[in-house]
């Protein structure tokens, strides 16, 4: 499913509501997980999972074309942990 | 601290060690001062906010994305939202595992897992502004 058919889902379920509003709608959702990480703050959905970022150190690497060693500086990478329930639900037996 | 992270890192040269300790530092603390917390409830009030549905409609959206999204995956979908990331349904082969406090090995069965995939541009925003040399 990729996010156009999302908001054609929702849209359909919708009826009063504009697709320009669901639109607006998953995109503010989104967009507020991303700033949230950016801030540093966790995003935690009961059943579904938990969005949080990990810091990695700076590091001595390696262009691994040429060998030649370069610095890379610390970064934060986003991390995201499955929910209980939808670990569940992906083993639950289908039908 | 910093003794031991020089002890720790021996082959490193000192300056580098201890640049990298500062900025470790300094990261701690922006995430301790960041280190909230978001749930439903905080999704619920910016759609409020930004779409000027009722509190109680945005939540149920909030709720149905959600809903969407999980089932989607439940079937075995990859979902992928553009500009934010992907979620991947992965199928796990059969493994041998080990209790680590009793050492006793215990068959792990063949399960499917999901992993999330942070596109480029969700990377990009997160590191934006923070810590570059």
Known sequence: MIKSELVQKIAEANPHLYQRDVENIIEAILDEITMALARGDRVELRGFGAFSVKSRPARMGRNPRTGEQVRVSEKVVPYFKTGKEMRDRLNAPRR | MSISRRLLTPGLPTNIVEIQMDRTAEKRGALMAGGKT?????????????????????????????????????????????????????????????NPKTGEEVPIEPRRVMVFKPSNIMKARINDGKARS
Not at chain 2, 74 to 95: D, M, P, Q, T, Y
């Open chain 2, 38 to 98: 978001l749930t439903r409830a905080d999704l619920s009030e910016v759609v409020y906010q930004k779409v000027g549905l009722s509190r109680t409609e945005s939540a149920a959206l909030v709720e149905l994305v959600l809903k969407e999204i999980s089932e989607s995956l439940a079937r075995g979908e990859h979902v992928k939202l553009s500009s934010f990331g992907s979620f991947i349904v992965r199928s796990k082969g059969r493994r041998i595992g080990r």
